[in-house]
């Protein structure tokens, strides 16, 4: 079945998953009459799928919904392409009518020009039994809507155009929050009903809970659109509620949702304002000339979003601007124990730049200090600086690794610059981390009496090369 495609200009955040399809799935209920069904929602990052200059390129997925017997009661194929080169991003919205229930719902999708590039998603859902009162449909957020009809486009539902929210994610260029919600049987409520939307942190207590209240139409299914100006509201993650009354002001349902926001400039406004008061935090005893060495010891441990606004803030902001992230950060960690966090933190990060700085930066900004902060203390190290075909090098083995839950993990440094503390990661087996799979070529690239094949990964067997035996078996 050849399903519409609808094409996406700008590219989003993708998922930390590498050689699959980056692939966001929402899955929302709604209700028809008094038959019930799911709203899927599949947005397919266009740069983490093959393209070729004279080919399409595309995805081909499989929707199959199981019951909670694991028999399966609904499925079919479809397939998503387009040509050129660079590969635009691709959205399709699939609804399936379902009974009350459980169900888990299995995305099997694959590149049609990488077979090997596959991925397969499982999400589970319940479908509520039916009754005749006033309910809620799932909030279904947006990046885009507007006021549009067009019968023939799965994007479109009650008069609009609804394009869905990728990772539940608004990026800075986004500058109002969209929703759309479905409330049922408001004919049956007492007086006006209305909404209570509340947006608030999911971790501490600010900034502040935006509250904003709608009114509903008093029809059996009425579709309800909030949207919100969000240029002002600041980086971080959030919880969005909402509620239905009715006219006597008795709450009779609500739903739930999260989201984040990435918004440097909506930072730096919160942040100048003064919105909030520091002068009893811990960071105002950090000295105004080392405020730059505790915001880059952070590094390891923030989040990707977190790392582009510090490094604007290391360029651009000032010293208020720099400890309004510092604190903000421990106190989303830590809470009330925010020092004490932040302290033991610091402590830590001043012995590894002292034991791995070099020439170009702290140590807690090389590979070695940036993993150390990032995963602890590795539970053995083996350096090796004796094999004449390979500079120095050492292995780090981790017997548990919490962080992407495995065992066994390792990572190779090498320092083929020979520089004190020059030493760079050049191979691990941690899911997100550097996977190179031609290593053992890289590190041996001076063996000159040896010309690996274009596609080898290894080199071959010699009594002073035994990276790969450390790597493998010790």
Not at 33 to 62: F, N, W
Not at 306 to 319: A, I, P, R
Not at 383 to 395: F, G, K, R, W
Not at 452 to 469: F, H, I, L, Q, S
């Amino acid at each position: 079945m050849l399903t519409r495609l609808i094409l996406i200009a700008f590219v989003i955040c993708p998922l930390l998953l590498h050689g699959t399809p980056d692939v966001s799935l929402q899955v929302q209920r709604f209700r028809s009459g008094t038959s019930s069904y799911i709203e899927v929602s599949l947005y397919i990052v266009g740069s983490s799928i093959k393209c070729a200059p004279d080919d399409q390129y595309g995805v081909e997925y499989m929707i199959i919904i199981k019951d909670a017997n694991e028999n399966i009661v609904k499925g079919d194929r479809f397939r998503l392409s387009n040509s050129g080169c660079p590969a635009k991003d691709l959205i399709d919205v699939k609804r399936f009518a379902l009974e009350e229930g459980m169900y888990t719902l299995v995305v099997e999708m694959n590149d049609i020009l990488d077979s090997l590039n596959s991925i397969t998603i499982r999400q589970k859902t319940e479908i509520p039994v039916y009754a005749s009162t006033s309910r809620l449909s799932d909030i279904e957020l947006l990046s885009t809507i507007r006021p549009e009809v067009d019968d023939n486009s799965p994007l479109h539902k009650s008069g609009l155009y609804l394009e869905p929210l990728p990772f539940s994610y608004y990026y800075p260029s986004l500058h109002s929050l969209n929703l759309y919600i479905e409330t049922y049987d408001a004919d049956k409520l007492e007086g006006q009903p209305f909404i209570r939307y509340t947006i608030k942190p999911s971790t501490g207590d600010f900034p502040p809970p935006i509250v904003a209240y709608r009114k509903v139409k008093k029809e059996s299914v009425a579709a309800n659109v909030f949207q919100l100006d969000i240029t002002k509201l600041i980086s971080g993650p959030y919880s969005l509620e909402a509620l239905l009354f009715d006219g006597n002001k008795q709450e009779i349902a609500n739903q739930n949702t999260t989201f984040s926001r990435y918004n440097p400039e909506g930072d730096s406004i919160y942040i100048a304002s003064g919105a909030m008061d520091l002068n009893t935090s811990f960071v105002t005893h950090i000295p105004d000339d080392s405020i730059d060495y505790y915001l880059k010891a952070l590094a390891p441990v923030v989040n990707s979003a977190d790392v582009d606004l510090m490094n604007t803030l290391l360029d651009k902001g000032n010293t208020k601007a720099k400890q309004f992230f510092i604190h903000r950060y421990w106190a989303e960690q830590a809470g009330k124990y925010a020092p004490q966090a932040f302290e033991a933190y610091m402590k830590v990060a001043r012995v590894v730049d002292e034991n791995y700085r070099s020439g170009f930066g702290y140590g807690f900004e090389t590979d070695r200090g940036h993993i150390f902060l990032k995963y602890g203390k590795p539970d053995d190290v083996l350096p090796v600086e004796d094999e004449p075909s390979a500079p120095p090098y050492e292995i780090w083995f981790y017997n548990s690794f919490p962080a992407t839950h495995q065992n066994n993990v390792r990572f190779l440094f090498y320092n083929p610059s020979l520089a004190r503390n020059g030493f760079t990661l050049l191979h691990s087996t941690a899911i997100g981390e550097v996977k190179n799979e031609k290593w053992e070529i890289e590190l041996y690239r001076d063996a000159t009496l040896e010309t690996p094949g274009v596609n080898a990964n290894k080199m071959g067997d010699n009594v002073y090369r035994n990276a790969r035996k450390y790597f493998e078996n010790y």
